[in-house]
């Protein structure tokens, strides 16, 4: 059945989409400026700043440093009982830039807060801009979560770029790890007994899991690389590593399956007499699980902006990576839906959608997504029985992930 989402007052949904197209190309200036400039994990000091200047230039209140990161921040505006959260991300991927397009999300984000601010007060709204470093890689929006910066807010949102519209996009839950291995280097001509193998470690570990692929259950996945094998081929290598990803469905699921890759992990130290440590690179990411409601009024939104996003009964095999909003899903409503931006068949990760990040096609997905989340974070506010859903729930709040 159906939900019963509500239609949207039209002055104020008007008044929002008003204030996004105002800022419009500000908005795409963004986008491609933080697309020119990518920066990694940590170290998106350009973007954040122009990220935080343009919510400043119009009346948001900056705090910067937030959960020890010098690239997060909040911006607020309004005062509001109805606290709403819309997260910017602006990190890049190594060696292809924005091949994930997040400077669509920042860009995007940004006018949703400034549509948002138009109507704050007749609203009853507080509408905070989260920035949210480390996407991609050190799980910024985790260790926000972990700092309190999520703490007020009753819900949040954000969207995501792809090739397709998906309005319930869902996200799997990830493990990535550092596993490296210490054997002893010896001279592999002279005296190659007296050397204990750790690129032979990390082969053992290799072909070990190779093996588990086959038992896996449906939706675990694993992938990984060798990150260091040896110095010179005359030399036994006496330390090598690896970086392994491991993804399920569900976190239950991937528990189990860290159970059994560490196995494999342990396999190659034991055959080959090497030592190893393991370290997570980043925080656990959880899996995506967006609102129901949130998700049907940004369907609906959707495709009142001419988009077919993908039938809800099929969104579920539509196959998609790891997000850190997944943490915050956890904890409270949210919603993370794909903006499609005429990729030509690219998906994210590839070059030619990083080209198509600052393409017209790309400019459209950062106003019109703007407008619709606005559109649907207005609807939330004038429905009083969901309004008073997420505010209870927040109430009741008592667990950070």
């Known amino acids: 059945m159906p ?18 197209d105002a800022a419009a190309t500000d908005l795409v200036a963004l986008s491609h400026d933080i697309h020119s400039e990518p920066e990694l994990a940590f170290h998106e000091v350009r973007s954040a700043l122009k990220t935080q200047r343009l919510l400043a230039e119009r009346g948001f209140e900056i705090v910067t440093g937030q959960g020890g990161m010098d ?6 505006y309004g ?33 949703t807060g400034l549509g948002l601010a138009e109507v704050a007060d007749a609203l009853g709204l507080t509408v905070v801009v989260v920035g949210t470093p480390a996407e991609e890689y050190g799980g910024g929006k985790a260790l926000l979560l972990k700092a309190g910066a999520f703490d007020d807010i009753a819900a949040a949102v954000m969207l995501h770029p792809g090739p397709i519209d998906i309005a319930g996009a869902r996200s799997l839950a990830l493990t990535d790890v550092m596993v490296t291995y ?27 899991i190779g093996l588990l692929r086959q038992h896996l259950s449906p939706g675990q996945l694993i992938h990984g690389i ?10 036994i290598p006496g330390r090598a590593a690896m970086q392994y990803t491991m993804r399920a469905v569900e976190t239950a699921s991937l528990r189990e399956l860290e159970e059994k890759v560490y196995a494999c992990f342990a396999a ?18 959880l899996e995506l699980t967006p ?29 998609l990576g790891s997000t850190d909003m997944g943490n915050v899903t956890q904890v ?7 903006i499609g931006i005429d990729s030509g068949g690219a998906v994210i990760h590839q070059p030619d959608f990083e080209k198509a990040a600052r393409e017209p096609g790309a400019d459209r997905a950062v106003v019109e997504g703007a407008k619709m989340l606005a559109r649907t974070v207005i609807r939330l506010a004038e429905n009083e029985a969901e309004r008073s859903r997420v505010l209870d729930r927040l109430a009741r709040r008592t667990v950070t992930v």
């Open 182 to 208: 210490h054997g002893k280097e010896s001279h592999a001509a002279v005296a190659p007994h007296l050397g204990i193998n750790a690129a032979d470690a990390v082969t053992v570990a290799q072909v070990s």
């Open 291 to 319: 609102d129901p409601w949130l998700v049907e009024v940004f369907r609906e939104e959707m495709e009142s902006f001419g988009r077919a996003p993908v039938p809800a009964e099929f969104e579920a095999a539509v196959p």
């Open 71 to 76: 690239t997060a921040f909040r911006a607020t």
């Open 332 to 338: 409270l409503p949210g919603i993370h839906p794909v």
């Open 268 to 285: 190659g130290a034991l055959a080959t007499g090497c030592s190893h440590e393991l370290v997570e690179s980043s925080p656990p990411y």
């Open 3 to 20: 939900l019963t989402t509500g239609a949207s007052s039209a002055p104020h949904a008007q008044t929002a989409s008003a204030a996004v």
């Open 79 to 111: 005062d509001g009982p109805l606290v709403v959260g819309v997260c910017a991300e602006y990190d890049a991927l190594p060696g292809i830039g924005h091949a994930c397009g997040h400077n669509i999300i920042a860009a995007s984000a940004v006018g």
């Open 226 to 235: 060798v990150t260091e094998g040896g110095e010179a081929a005359n030399i």
